[in-house]
């Protein structure tokens, strides 16, 4: 075998960006290929794949968590990362290590031939092999783009799940929500567990999961939940589950995602079981980075990559749930391709002042344009405009005083920066 073509993980990442002519190109006949001639296209262990417009990366932290609690060695691949790129593929809850990186990139190309690959299906590869060397039972996988083409999809899950389903990414999904959810729905397979968490789902998602015959679990239809006092409650036909101890992760939406994660658990049981404590366990110990994240102090920080209607709307409703004794300041920085008025206009009303940050890169909005497009939206005044994420990190947390709240979200790139910047 020939040498490594490189021996870093920074230069390994920084040659995929460039390899492919297009960022994104979306079709699996490449991933196809290039899995076979790994060797990766029967996996033994179990495959669940997450699809969905918002809620993918909660539901895998859920799943994984309680995986974990009850025994199993599962691996997790989620993406985009927020600070390190070793995030995005973790085994037994441990993120991988640049040498293991570097190990699967370099049997990827020693295999791929003239195909040239995208970074994201550079990665997914990456993350399939690894989990085969590190003998995982259960690998929980993270769609990247739609469901139907992206490269997880190469892979036949064994039950999938779709959190909800809203509008994003229009111009490789589709304008509406009946495009986007049958490009969600391919994750499905025929007579495999199939399971919708949106409690509206669009028709064609239902009519693709009918028409090949998967075995398809609807929330408020075949399963369910209820939040109360003493605990909240899961259902699924005569099966129950009280008095679970609330999610881990912030927020009302969450019960929606730990419960699709649960009606796929329960679909799984008699290949994958799981006990009851596990899944009390499991719930409480998931964790993810940046999702109504809080960083406690006199003026409290709340970290969130809502970047898009469906996000800010789940946003909004957190911080409405959590009032504070001052003000809400909002620095948010956005790409180009996300409809800021729409988000402006579902965070109205609870955000007093806004911070529009320039985001750098080829998809980066900026600040004044941000700022432009947010004051346009009625009701939302206070808006201004900043060069960079750590600017108007530094401006909110100069104007803010004890009770306060800075909420940074818009995007991962927003997060990560303003985590950098060290101002938190």
């Known amino acids: 075998m020939n040498s490594p073509r490189f021996a870093t993980l920074a230069q390994w990442l920084a040659w995929q960006e460039g390899l492919h002519p297009r960022a994104i190109d979306l079709g699996l006949e490449r991933m196809r290929v290039v899995l ?34 009850a025994g199993y060695r599962v691996g997790a691949y989620t993406s985009p990362h927020l600070l390190r790129y070793n995030e995005r593929i973790r085994v037994a809850g441990v993120d991988v290590s ?31 092999r690894i989990f085969q060397e590190a003998a995982v039972q259960v690998a929980v996988l993270e769609v990247g783009l739609g469901g139907r083409l992206d490269a997880v999809n190469v892979l036949a ?47 064609s998602l239902l009519e693709y999961a009918n028409t090949i015959g998967a075995t398809l679990y609807r929330v408020d239809k075949d399963y369910g939940w209820r939040n109360q006092a003493a605990g909240w409650t899961w259902w699924q036909g005569r099966t129950r589950l009280e008095s679970l101890p609330l999610p881990g992760l912030m927020g009302e939406h969450q019960f929606g995602n730990a419960a699709g994660a649960l009606m796929v658990l329960t679909a799984l049981s008699e290949q994958v079981p799981v006990g009851g404590d596990a899944v009390r366990a499991g719930l409480q110990r998931a964790h993810i ?34 009032p504070c004794g001052g003000r809400t300041w909002a620095v948010v920085g956005m790409l180009a391709d996300k409809d800021v008025a729409a988000v402006g206009l579902a965070l109205q009303g609870v955000v007093d002042r806004w911070y529009a940050a320039t985001l750098q890169g080829p998809r980066g909005r900026l600040g004044w344009q941000l700022a432009d497009t947010l004051r346009a939206v009625g009701g939302v005044w206070e808006v201004f405009p900043f060069a960079s994420v750590a600017e108007a990190c530094r401006a909110a947390s100069a104007g803010a005083v004890a009770g306060d709240r800075i909420v940074v979200f818009g995007s991962f790139h927003t997060v990560a920066q303003a985590l950098v910047a060290g101002v938190l």
């Not at 809620?55 to 974990?68: E, M």
């Not at 699967?104 to 399939?128: H, P």
């Not at 102090?297 to 959590?322: T, Y």
């Open 289 to 322: 980075p940046a999702r109504l994240q809080i960083v406690a102090g006199p003026v409290e920080w709340i970290l969130d990559v809502a970047h898009n209607p469906h996000g800010a709307a789940a946003l909004a409703r957190a911080l409405q749930s959590r």
């Open 98 to 128: 640049d040498a293991t990186l570097c190990r699967a990139f370099a049997a990827i190309d020693a295999v791929r031939g003239d195909i040239s690959l995208t970074y994201f299906e550079f990665g997914t590869l990456a993350a399939l």
């Open 157 to 203: 899950a064994d039950a999938a799940l779709v959190t909800a389903v809203a509008i994003d990414h229009v111009e490789w999904l589709g304008p509406d929500r009946d495009s986007i959810g049958r490009e969600k729905a391919g994750i499905y397979r025929p007579g495999r567990p199939a399971v919708c968490a949106d409690p509206d789902p669009p028709t």
């Open 36 to 69: 076979e001639r790994l060797g990766l296209e029967s996996p033994a262990y179990k495959v669940i794949t997450v699809g969905g417009t918002n809620g993918k990366g909660s539901a895998v932290a859920f799943l994984d968590a309680i995986l974990a609690a």
